[in-house]
């Protein structure tokens, strides 16, 4: 089977050994793609809210005879699962949903030993929900896809000091600076330069912000 780079590049950070719970399944493509490969060992639960995804996702995991080693489970988020798990993979939504996903469930986050989350946006709020509930960034990536760039963040329980710019930039993505990284920071400076040339009363509070994130991309860039 064939996946997408961006689901393709959560695969890198599963332990082998974990059993992995795919949120959000959709239609099961990465928990296919994992068993397929050999990438873990344990049998591995995809998970949706919806029942229709569900369905769709129980079709392709009988037309991959896989049925013994990936499980279907209807659930909002975590809270119906019952099955064991100790990887979590929440990929593909927001980054305000990704929050209560986790909020919501922050009483089985105790036994979870690894979480892949990958926010289409607001990277701010997944980060300071790590950094509030004692959980340290081990790993991070951006993927470039579509004309988007994608963040992928991997945690484990562990201390953390993360200040706003680890919150705003990344903690790993800003010191190791790879390249769809700079690529990424260096357009959002190029757009917010052109927005602030062309802004016409200087003395708005919008246009004072929009200078600070301005200085501040280019103080990430350059340091």
């Given at each position: 089977m064939r996946i997408s780079d961006?689901?393709?590049?959560?695969?890198?950070?599963?332990?082998?050994?974990?059993?992995?719970?795919?949120?959000?399944t959709d239609h099961a493509l990465l928990p296919i793609y994992l068993v397929e490969n050999d990438l873990v060992c344990h049998p591995v639960i995809a998970s949706d809210a919806k029942y229709g995804p569900l369905e769709t996702a129980k079709k392709n995991i009988a037309m991959y005879d896989l049925q013994n080693k990936i499980s279907i489970c209807l659930s909002d988020g975590l809270k119906d699962v019952e099955a064991d798990y100790d990887c979590v993979i929440i990929a593909g939504m927001g980054g305000s949903l990704i929050n209560k996903i986790l909020t919501d469930s922050k009483d089985k986050l105790s036994k979870v030993k690894t979480l892949i989350l990958?926010?289409?946006?607001?990277?701010?709020?997944?980060?300071?929900?790590?950094?509030?509930?004692?959980?340290?960034?081990?790993?991070?990536?951006?993927v470039f896809e579509d004309d988007h760039y994608y963040t992928i963040i991997v945690a484990e329980h562990g201390e953390?000091?993360?200040?706003?710019?680890?919150?705003?930039?990344?903690?790993?993505?800003?010191?190791?600076?790879?390249?769809?990284?700079?690529?990424?920071?260096?357009?959002?400076?190029?757009?917010?330069?052109?927005?602030?040339?062309?802004?016409?009363?200087k003395d708005d509070?919008?246009?004072?912000?929009?200078?600070?994130?301005?200085?501040?991309?280019?103080?990430?860039?350059?340091?």
């Open positions: 961006r689901l393709q590049a959560l695969t890198f950070f599963v332990p082998y050994d974990s059993k992995v719970i795919d949120v959000g990958q926010p289409n946006n607001s990277e701010y709020i997944v980060r300071e929900f790590l950094k509030n509930n004692a959980f340290k960034i081990t790993n991070e990536m951006i953390n000091d993360y200040d706003e710019y680890d919150l705003l930039y990344g903690p790993i993505l800003r010191r190791e600076k790879p390249i769809h990284y700079m690529d990424m920071l260096n357009k959002k400076a190029d757009k917010l330069f052109e927005i602030i040339q062309n802004y016409k009363n509070e919008q246009y004072k912000i929009l200078c600070a994130q301005l200085q501040e991309i280019e103080y990430i860039i350059d340091n």
